[in-house]
């Protein structure tokens, strides 16, 4: 029985070695020909890709249906003007809270029939923090990769904002909302993937400046940072340090005031100076190539483990490499990755098509 069992799991693995390497090749010759899309020049973001690989997750209702300083909820075609400071005192009324943090609190709340998400200034001495979260906000409103603000109220003592609700939570659940919703995957984990690559890629191509996700120390803060929508695609939902950098100007950052550790972050997030204590200002700066350096290992937990995800990390192993070397200038721009995994869904919406995986 136990020989039955060997040959059997020996005769998975060829398989899947013969699957995974038939994919490889088909991958390898997808970008070398002209089917694979082309991003432009600068990395300009996924909004001006071919119209064959837009999705819904590339331009949604709000882009299309809705003029600036107006919201939809729910798809359901009604176009509501940006809620004011007494719209939101007299008509937004809390119903619990549902998160907590340094800056801001969280309440789930309605206005009218909706649901909606009420965030309040924890602290008055963080209001600058919060004022420049609802600015950065405010700027990244049209894009399907950040969340919907619905309203905003700078109020001095008070301010408070108002932001589509989504049901799900935070990406740092995924496993358990996968499974609840009868969806845990490959096909799926690997929509997350991307959609994680796209919003990385907007963020260093926004109309405000190259952007860096500094609250991304280790990998379960990163995944805090974003929701799960209900048709399970993922949105940025964290904006409050999102600090502007441009290397060529040598306009670097330094994320946070405490000593990074770990090997999630990348090697120049690290303290360089061994046996010297740790000081902010001496700490050297470092460009949104950090960014690019975590994408694997979020990557590798969105996948979870399944067959499906197995194909996909061999196919990316050698990309990934690059993501990780330790001289930031050698690892790809975010449109280079983004480009690499819209090569890899394509061969494996061909393998798919072919019954090879599921």
């Given at each position: 029985?136990?020989?039955?069992?060997?040959?059997?799991?020996?005769?998975?693995?060829?398989?899947?070695?013969?699957?995974?390497?038939?994919?490889?090749?088909?991958?390898?010759?997808?970008?070398?020909?002209?089917?694979?899309?082309?991003?432009?020049?600068?990395?300009?973001?996924?909004?001006?890709?071919?119209?064959?690989?837009?999705?819904?997750?590339?331009?949604?209702?709000?882009?299309?249906?809705?003029?600036?300083?107006?919201?939809?909820?729910?798809?359901?075609?009604?176009?509501?003007?940006?809620?004011?400071?007494?719209?939101?005192?007299?008509?937004?009324?809390?119903?619990?809270?549902?998160?907590?943090?340094?800056?801001?609190?969280?309440?789930?709340?309605?206005?009218?029939?909706?649901?909606?998400?009420?965030?309040?200034?924890?602290?008055?001495?963080?209001?600058?923090?919060?004022?420049?979260?609802?600015?950065?906000?405010?700027?990244?409103?049209?894009?399907?990769?950040?969340?919907?603000?619905?309203?905003?109220?700078?109020?001095?003592?008070?301010?408070?904002?108002?932001?589509?609700?989504?049901?799900?939570?935070?990406?740092?659940?995924?496993?358990?909302?996968?499974?609840?919703?009868?969806?845990?995957?490959?096909?799926?984990?690997?929509?997350?993937?991307?959609?994680?690559?796209?919003?990385?890629?907007?963020?260093?191509?926004?109309?405000?400046?190259?952007?860096?996700?500094?609250?991304?120390?280790?990998?379960?803060?990163?995944?805090?940072?974003?929701?799960?929508?209900?048709?399970?695609?993922?949105?940025?939902?964290?904006?409050?340090?999102?600090?502007?950098?441009d290397s060529s100007k040598r306009i670097l950052t330094?994320?946070?005031?405490?000593?990074?550790?770990?090997?999630?972050?990348?090697?120049?997030?690290?303290?360089?100076?061994?046996?010297?204590?740790?000081?902010?200002?001496?700490?050297?700066?470092y460009d949104e190539k950090t960014d690019i350096w975590?994408?694997?290992?979020?990557?590798?937990?969105?996948?979870?483990?399944?067959?499906?995800?197995?194909?996909?990390?061999?196919?990316?192993?050698?990309?990934?490499?690059?993501?990780?070397?330790?001289?930031?200038?050698?690892?790809?721009t975010a449109a280079e990755v983004l480009k690499e995994?819209?090569?890899?869904?394509?061969?494996?919406?061909?393998?798919?098509?072919?019954?090879?995986?599921?």
């Open positions: 029985m136990i020989q039955i069992m060997a040959r059997r799991t020996n005769t998975f693995k060829l398989c899947f070695l013969l699957i995974a390497s038939l994919a490889f090749i088909g991958y390898q010759l997808l970008l070398k020909s002209s089917v694979c899309p082309r991003l432009p020049a600068g990395g300009q973001g996924v909004r001006q890709l071919d119209p064959g690989v837009v999705d819904k997750h590339q331009l949604n209702d709000t882009d299309t249906k809705c003029s600036p300083g107006h919201f939809q909820l729910n798809n359901d075609g009604i176009c509501h003007p940006m809620l004011t400071c007494k719209d939101i005192q007299d008509n937004v009324t809390s119903i619990k809270e549902i998160g907590v943090g340094l800056i801001k609190k969280v309440h789930l709340a309605r206005w009218k029939t909706y649901q909606v998400s009420l965030v309040k200034l924890s602290h008055s001495s963080f209001n600058n923090y919060f004022l420049s979260a609802a600015k950065m906000l405010q700027q990244s409103q049209g894009s399907p990769f950040v969340t919907q603000l619905l309203g905003f109220c700078p109020s001095s003592s008070t301010p408070a904002m108002v932001t589509e609700y989504h049901r799900f939570g935070s990406l740092k659940n995924i496993n358990s909302i996968l499974k609840e919703n009868g969806k845990d995957n490959g096909a799926t984990r690997f929509r997350l993937c991307l959609d994680y690559v796209k919003i990385i890629n907007f963020l260093h191509s926004s109309p405000t400046g190259t952007r860096v996700m500094c609250d991304s120390s280790y990998l379960k803060k990163t995944l805090s940072q974003f929701l799960v929508t209900s048709d399970l695609h993922i949105v940025l939902n964290d904006v409050d340090v999102l600090p502007v950098v330094n994320c946070g005031h405490y000593q990074v550790v770990g090997n999630f972050a990348a090697p120049e997030q690290l303290w360089p100076y061994a046996g010297v204590k740790f000081n902010e200002s001496q700490m050297p700066g975590k994408i694997p290992a979020v990557v590798d937990y969105l996948l979870g483990r399944n067959v499906y995800g197995d194909l996909v990390r061999f196919i990316l192993s050698k990309f990934h490499k690059k993501c990780h070397s330790k001289d930031p200038k050698l690892r790809p995994y819209l090569a890899v869904q394509q061969i494996l919406n061909v393998t798919e098509q072919s019954g090879l995986i599921f």
